[in-house]
């Protein structure tokens, strides 16, 4: 089995500031679909389209997180590229 891991990327999951490590495709896929602050944008298409490729075997883990990165920029979400030491 490939494992979808990758390096964690450190977001705000809600208004009150609570941190949340996202370390695999199938974390970002659910908070790209569930807990996303937006719900439109071309980066979070963009995400949400590279995490299913890399479940479905046509997009690696890396254009994954790289397009969650993103999104989570595009949404003001961003708090760290790497795993924040909670």
């Known amino acids: ?3 979808m891991d ?4 450190t977001i705000e999951i809600d208004e009150t500031g609570e941190l949340c ?3 695999s495709v199938a ?6 679909l569930r807990n996303w ?3 439109r944008g071309k980066e979070l298409s963009r ?3 590279a995490c299913l490729d890399a479940i ?9 997180r790289t397009a969650f990165v993103a999104a989570a920029k595009e949404a003001g979400i961003l708090v760290w590229n790497s795993a924040w030491q909670f």
């Open 56 to 64: 479905e075997g046509k997009g690696s883990v890396e254009e994954a």
């Open 37 to 39: 602050p937006v719900q």
């Open 47 to 49: 995400a949400r389209r």
């Open 6 to 9: 990758f390096i964690a990327v």
């Open 21 to 23: 490590n996202v370390s």
């Open 1 to 3: 089995m490939i494992t």
């Open 27 to 32: 974390e970002a896929s659910e908070i790209l």
